[in-house]
């Protein structure tokens, strides 16, 4: 492998390529978040081992410096990507600072879910992003330690250039088309019907153990009255599903199937 003046240049491939999805493998919906997912981005950050946060932030930070660093977000320039679980909690994070010349990429995946494919994906969709906004290049930094951020830019076709315990990937994004930008359009709609679909099923499974946590003994005697309501949202009338529980020496518990 070539040397230049104490720095590694890996060879960079000429295609540009993504991720295709063949077989049993399911894809991984990418979510693209906004400013009210601040609190979620902070317990992921926290969920992440002290070595794995270093290897994210290059350097080790303690919890107070992550919160403030997702207080700086900035989600009217930079974009911010998740994979959320079943339970609707952020298991793969990225963070795609934009300015005139680059985007720059971090990417974070909770331990208990690597190996599939989460990183890849917030990596092409951080991709399809950038390219769509007109931006020529993608770059990450990392440390030489991090193997899995190496495979995932050597993957993308990155040129990674090492220097010390240091690594630079680079990206030359080709011009954005009418059918990227359709695609990308389509990506984020079907994540967001993903996203809606878990958050039903775990307003049910609320429900089912309010429902449960109502019988104090087993010859309570309890009403369960089922309403529906709407609520205005951003994407049209919403119905809903309201529950109100009446037991004895229980009183009144009321969930509300609509996100406040």
Known sequence: MPEQHGRQRYPKRTTFRKRRWSGMNAPVLVAHLGATCRDALKKHFAALPPEDRCLRFCMALNADAVVAYVDRID???????????????LI???????????????????????????GGALLDRAIEHARNRFVPALRMHCLTRNPTIMHMARRSGMD???DGDEADAHLTLPPATP?????????????????SMKQ???????????????RPRQTALFIVRLTYAS???AFGSSPGLRVLIRAPDVGDRQTDCLRR
Do not use: C, M, N
């Open 179 to 195: 059918a990227s930008i359709t695609g990308e359009v389509l990506t984020d709609s079907i994540a967001l019907f993903d996203y």
């Open 160 to 162: 990674i250039v090492v």
């Open 92 to 118: 793969g994070v990225a963070h795609v600072a934009i300015d005139e010349s680059a985007a720059e990429l971090g990417v974070s995946v909770l331990p208990t879910h690597r190996d599939r494919g989460i």
């Open 231 to 233: 609520r205005r949202t």
């Open 200 to 214: 039903q099923v775990a307003r049910w499974t609320r429900i089912s153990k309010l429902l449960t946590a109502a």
């Open 75 to 89: 989600f009217a320039r930079d974009s911010v990507f998740g994979v959320h679980d079943d339970d609707l909690a």
